[in-house]
C-alpha cells in the first residue's frame, strides 16, 4: 500500500495527518480568537433573565423590528437598482467596460465609516442635497446601504451572467418566446441561485450594519449592531448588551445557513461560456439601456463619493479653502482626539499592515487545507473559516474585551489585539480569493512535479504558490482595505490614544462644529484615496483570475 | 528480475476495480503497450505504476524491490499526460528542467541537458518560449523531452498522442517510435489505438474490464488473438460457429477445430485468411476499398456479415462487383464461445 503516494494527488475524501497539520494553525487561531471571546459572550447573554428583558423590551424590540426591515428594504432597494447593471456589466461590450467594472467595487471596499460620512457630508446640514430633506432618515440608510452594495450583485450575479451561454436564450426566442418570456422562463431561473447568493450577502451586511447607522441613522434609530455598542460604551450595560448579541448571532446563522444553500444549488451543472463569447456590442434601445445604468451608477456610486471631496474642501463660512486639511497635522489639546489625525493614519497603516500579514498566513494555510479535501471535515472547517465574516464586528470586538482581559490571555493593551481583530475579519476574504484558484489548479500539475521528482513540499512551491502568486497579491489588498477601514471591533479594541483613522472620523463627526466635521471629511477623504490605490492596484492583477469575490 | 514487476494489482475506488489483479512484467529495455478501449482501466495502471494511486492490493516491483513505500517523487519514473499538463507559469526550458531541478542538478548542468533534450525532440532554441502559445504538436514535443530529461528508469506515457489530430499523430507516432527504440527506453504506453499500440510496442497488453486479457507481440496477438473481446477489439471479424466431434462448422463451411470441446464457437476470419475466388460458395458484394501500398483491403457484404479481403491491388475488384470468398483453413482461428 503506497500511503504516502496520495498526498500529492488532488482533493480527496479522507483526512490525512499533513492535512491536519495544514489546518491546525488556522484553527487553533479561529479557537482562540473568534470561538471562545463569542463564546464567552454567549456564555453571558444566556442568561435566562436577560434575554426574556431583551425580547419583552419594547425599546430593543423597536431595534430588532428596524433591524429587519432596514434590511429587507435595503436588500430590494439594492438589487432593483443593481441588477440591471450587472446584466449591463456583464454583457454589454463598450469601451470603458473594464474601469466601470473596478470603479463599481470600490464603495464596498470602503469603511463604512467613510460612506456615513460621505452621505453625512451630501445630505446633512449644508452639503449639496441637503434641500431634500433626508438628513437623518431611514431614506438616507437604505441609499447608502444600496451604494455599499451593488457592488456585491454586480460581482455575484454578474459573474455568472457574464458566463451564461447566451444561446440557450436565444433558443427559447427560436422556440417562440418573447424577449421578456425568454428572460423570465430561461435566464432568470439559471441566476436565481446567484440573486439568492447575492440578496443573503447583502441582507446579512445590512442587517450587521454598523457605521452607516451609527453616523446617519440619528440619535433614535438603531440596529442590533448599534445597540450592542450603546448599552456596552455608552451604557456600560454588559448583561444587556451580551443578550442582544445573542439574538443577532442567531439570526445570523440562520442567515448563512440559508446563504450556504444557496451558494450549494448554485454549484449545479451549468454550461458556461467563456465571457469574451457572451458580450455584444449594444445597439438602439440596448444603447439608451446602457446609458442610463451608467447615469444611474455615476448618480448613486459617484456622488457621495464626490461630495465627500467637495465638502472636505468646504470652509466654514461658504465657499472653500484649505482650513481642514491643514487642521489634520495639529492636535488640539482638550480635544477628544488625543492625537493629530496624521498620528490616527499612522496607526492605521501600521495596523492593517500587520492584519494583512496574519490574515495571509492564516488564510493562506486555511486555504490550502480547504482546497485539498473534499471531505465533511474540511467543508466544515470551510464554513467555521466564513463564520467571522457573518458575526458582527462589533460581538468580535465586544467579545475580545469579556475573554482576553484576564489568564491565561491577556492581551489588554496588546498592541497585537487590534490587527488580530482586523485578521478575523480579513481572513475570510483571503481564503475566498485563494481557494477558487487552488481548485483551478489541474491536479494533473501536481501529478506531473511529483513523477519529475518534487516531494509534496517542493509541489507546493514550485508549482501551487507560483500559481496562485498574483491571487495572493489580491487576497492582500483586500485584507489591507477591509482592515484600513474597520471600525465594529477596532473601536472597542483601539487605546484611546492610538485611534485608527475611521475611529477618529467618528470622534470628530461626533463633535459640534464646522471645522471638526471638515477635518471628518478630509480624513475620510484620504482613508478613500488609501483604500481606491490598494483596489485599483488589485484590479489591474487580477484581469482572467477565478475568485469568489 | 530486472524491469517491472506487476504482481496482482487490484486497484478499487469504491465498489469498481478499476484494475482488477493484474500481472505484467516489463524487461529492461522493452517498449509495452497496454491496449483497451476507455474505461478499461489502463490508466488507472499506469497511475498506480506511477505512484499516483494507492492500490488495494498487489505489488509492484522495480528490479526487484517493492515499491510500495516509494512516493511518486522518489520513483525516478518519467510520466507524460495526455493533455501534456505542462507547467503555465514556466517557460518551455524551465519546463524541461524541472526534473532535473528537484534532483538537484547545478543550473549549468540543468541547462545543458535541456538543450539536449530539446534538440532530441527537434525543439532546440526554443527554450524561451512560453509554453501558452505552442502548438499541439509543439506541446507535446516539450512534454515528451520534459519526461526525458531527468533520464527516467521507467518512461510512462498516457495516451500521448490522443489530444491531437490525425495526420500530426501519425508523425509524431513515427518520430516518438524511432526515439524511444535509439533510447532503448524502458516504456509503458497506454492507448485505446491499435495502430498506435502496434507500431510502438515489442509487446502488446490487450485489457478489458480492469484485467489483462492477453499479452503478446503485435504478431501473436493478430495471429492468434485470445479472446473473442481482443478479436473483435483488433477490428477482425468473428463469425459464429458450432464445434462437433472435432469439427467446426458455421456459414464460413466446415473448418478442423481439433482440441475444442462440442458447442458454440466462434471463428475468426482475418483478413489473410481469406482469399477471392470465383469458384467459392460464400459470395457477396464489393463495398468498399482502402488501398495499403501495393495491397487492397476488399470490403465485401456477404450473408454472414461484413468480411475484410486482402487483395493484390493490381487484382482489386470494383465497388459493386459480385465475388466469391475461399477461407484458409490453416489461418482461421477458432475460440470457444
Known amino acids: 500500500m503506497s500511503g504516502v503516494a496520495s498526498t500529492t494527488a488532488g482533493p480527496r475524501p479522507g483526512v490525512s495527518l499533513g492535512w491536519v497539520a495544514l489546518a491546525l494553525p488556522p484553527a487553533a487561531f479561529l479557537a482562540v480568537f473568534f470561538v471562545w471571546p463569542v463564546g464567552a459572550i454567549v456564555a453571558q447573554g444566556l442568561d435566562g433573565a436577560a434575554v426574556a428583558e431583551v425580547v419583552t423590551d419594547p425599546g430593543l424590540r423597536g431595534v430588532a423590528w428596524f433591524t429587519l426591515w432596514q434590511a429587507a428594504l435595503s436588500t430590494a432597494l439594492t438589487l432593483v437598482l443593481a441588477l440591471p447593471g450587472a446584466y449591463v456589466l456583464a454583457r454589454y461590450d463598450f469601451r470603458g467596460r473594464r474601469v466601470v467594472r473596478a470603479l463599481v467595487t470600490v464603495p464596498f471596499v470602503l469603511p463604512s465609516v467613510v460612506v456615513g460620512a460621505a452621505f453625512l457630508g451630501l445630505l446633512g446640514r449644508g452639503g449639496p442635497l441637503a434641500g431634500l430633506g433626508l438628513d437623518q432618515s431611514v431614506a438616507a440608510v437604505l441609499i447608502a446601504h444600496a451604494f455599499f452594495n451593488y457592488a456585491v450583485v454586480v460581482r455575484t450575479v454578474g459573474g455568472l451572467w457574464a458566463h451564461l451561454d447566451p444561446r440557450l436564450e436565444e433558443a427559447a426566442r427560436v422556440l417562440g418566446a418573447t424577449r421578456w418570456r425568454a428572460f423570465r422562463r430561461v435566464t432568470l431561473p439559471l441566476l436565481r441561485p446567484a ?41 456600560l450595560d454588559l448583561r444587556t448588551a451580551a443578550a442582544l448579541t445573542l439574538v443577532q448571532l442567531a439570526a445570523v446563522v440562520a442567515l448563512v445557513a440559508v ?20 458580450l455584444v456590442r449594444p445597439r438602439g434601445r440596448q444603447r439608451s439601456f446602457l446609458v442610463a445604468n451608467l447615469v444611474l451608477m455615476a448618480a448613486l456610486l459617484g456622488i457621495p463619493i464626490l461630495s465627500l471631496v467637495e465638502r472636505s474642501f468646504a470652509a466654514s463660512g461658504g465657499g472653500y479653502g484649505l482650513a481642514s486639511w491643514r487642521a489634520l497635522s495639529t492636535s488640539r489639546r ?23 500579514a496574519i490574515a495571509l498566513v492564516v488564510g493562506g494555510l486555511a486555504a490550502f487545507a480547504v482546497a485539498r479535501h473534499t471531505s465533511l471535515a474540511a467543508r466544515g472547517f470551510d464554513v467555521l473559516l466564513m463564520l467571522p465574516l457573518g458575526t458582527s464586528a462589533v460581538t468580535v470586538g465586544f467579545g475580545f474585551l469579556i475573554a482576553l482581559d484576564r489568564p491565561p490571555l491577556d492581551l489588554r493593551g496588546s498592541a497585537w489585539l487590534v490587527p488580530i481583530a482586523q485578521a478575523l475579519v480579513a481572513t475570510p476574504l483571503v481564503v ?61 479594541l483601539a487605546r484611546p490614544d492610538r485611534p485608527t483613522l475611521p475611529v477618529a472620523v467618528v470622534r470628530l463627526l461626533g463633535q ?16 478613500l484615496v488609501v483604500t481606491v490605490v490598494a483596489m485599483l492596484a488589485i484590479e489591474g492583477r487580477r484581469v482572467g483570475e477565478v475568485s469568489e469575490l | 528480475m530486472s524491469g517491472l514487476e506487476v504482481e496482482g494489482l487490484t486497484v478499487r475506488f469504491g465498489a469498481l476495480a478499476a484494475v482488477d489483479g493484474v500481472d505484467l512484467a516489463v524487461d529492461a529495455g522493452e517498449v509495452v503497450c497496454l491496449l483497451g478501449p476507455s474505461g478499461c482501466g489502463k490508466s488507472t495502471l499506469l497511475r498506480a505504476v506511477a505512484g499516483l494511486e494507492a492500490p488495494t492490493a498487489g505489488r ?6 517493492d515499491l510500495a513505500s516509494e512516493p511518486p517523487h522518489r520513483r525516478r519514473f ?35 541537458r535541456v538543450a539536449e533534450v530539446l534538440d532530441l525532440v527537434g525543439m532546440g532554441s526554443q527554450g524561451h518560449r512560453s509554453v501558452g502559445n505552442l502548438s499541439g504538436g509543439e506541446q507535446q514535443r516539450v512534454a515528451l523531452a520534459r519526461a526525458l530529461a531527468p533520464a527516467p528508469r521507467l518512461l510512462l506515457l498516457d495516451e500521448p498522442l490522443g489530444a491531437l489530430d490525425r495526420t500530426l499523430r501519425e508523425r509524431l507516432l513515427v518520430e516518438l517510435d524511432t526515439l524511444l527504440d535509439e533510447l532503448g527506453t524502458t516504456a509503458v504506453h497506454v492507448t485505446h489505438d491499435q495502430d498506435e499500440a502496434f507500431a510502438l510496442g515489442d509487446r502488446v497488453a490487450v485489457m478489458d474490464a480492469g484485467r489483462i486479457v492477453q499479452v503478446g507481440t503485435p504478431t501473436e496477438l493478430w495471429r492468434a488473438p ?68 501495393d495491397r487492397v483491403a476488399v470490403r465485401v457484404t456477404t450473408a454472414i456479415g461484413d468480411l475484410d479481403v486482402s487483395v493484390d491491388a493490381a487484382l482489386a475488384p470494383l465497388r459493386g462487383d459480385e465475388v466469391g470468398i475461399a477461407v484458409d483453413p490453416a489461418r482461421v482461428v477458432i475460440l470457444p464461445a
Request: aromatic share 8%.
Open chain 1, 334 to 356: 482638550g480635544s477628544t482626539l488625543f492625537v493629530s489625525p496624521l498620528e490616527a493614519l499612522g496607526n492605521s497603516l501600521t495596523y492593517a499592515t500587520g492584519a494583512t
Open chain 1, 195 to 235: 440573486i439568492a447568493a447575492a440578496g443573503s450577502i447583502v441582507f446579512l451586511f445590512c442587517f450587521t450594519s454598523f457605521g452607516v447607522v451609527l453616523v446617519l441613522g440619528g440619535p433614535t434609530r438603531a440596529t442590533l449592531e448599534v445597540e450592542v455598542y450603546r448599552q456596552t460604551a455608552q451604557l
Open chain 1, 512 to 527: 459640534p462644529g464646522p471645522l471638526s466635521l471638515g477635518q471628518a471629511m478630509a480624513m475620510s477623504t484620504i482613508l
Open chain 2, 226 to 293: 485470445a479472446t473473442r473481446f481482443v478479436a473483435t477489439f483488433l477490428g477482425l471479424t468473428v463469425v459464429d460457429g458450432v464445434v462437433r466431434a472435432g469439427t467446426v462448422s458455421g456459414p464460413f463451411g466446415r473448418l478442423p477445430a481439433a482440441g475444442l470441446a462440442d458447442g458454440p464457437a466462434g471463428a475468426i476470419l482475418r483478413p489473410d485468411a481469406l482469399r477471392l475466388d470465383d469458384d467459392a460458395d460464400l459470395r457477396g458484394t464489393v463495398v468498399a476499398a482502402r488501398f495499403q501500398g
Open chain 1, 259 to 278: 446563504h450556504a444553500r444557496a451558494q450549494r444549488r448554485r454549484a449545479g451543472s451549468l454550461r458556461l461560456r467563456p465571457a469574451d463569447e457572451v
Open chain 2, 60 to 65: 509492484i516491483r522495480w528490479d526487484g524491490e
Open chain 2, 78 to 112: 518519467g510520466l507524460m499526460f495526455q493533455d501534456f499538463a505542462l507547467f503555465p507559469h514556466l517557460d518551455v526550458a524551465a519546463n524541461v528542467g524541472f526534473g532535473l531541478r528537484m534532483r538537484g542538478l547545478p543550473v549549468r548542468e540543468v541547462a545543458t
Open chain 1, 432 to 492: 475566498r480569493t485563494l481557494v477558487p484558484v487552488l481548485r483551478s489548479v489541474d491536479d494533473r500539475l501536481k501529478e506531473a512535479a511529483a513523477t519529475l521528482g518534487a516531494s509534496p513540499w517542493r509541489v507546493v512551491r514550485e508549482v501551487e504558490l507560483p500559481l496562485v502568486g498574483r491571487a495572493m497579491l489580491v487576497g492582500a489588498g483586500f485584507a489591507f482595505a477591509v482592515s484600513l477601514g474597520e471600525f465594529g471591533a477596532t473601536v472597542f
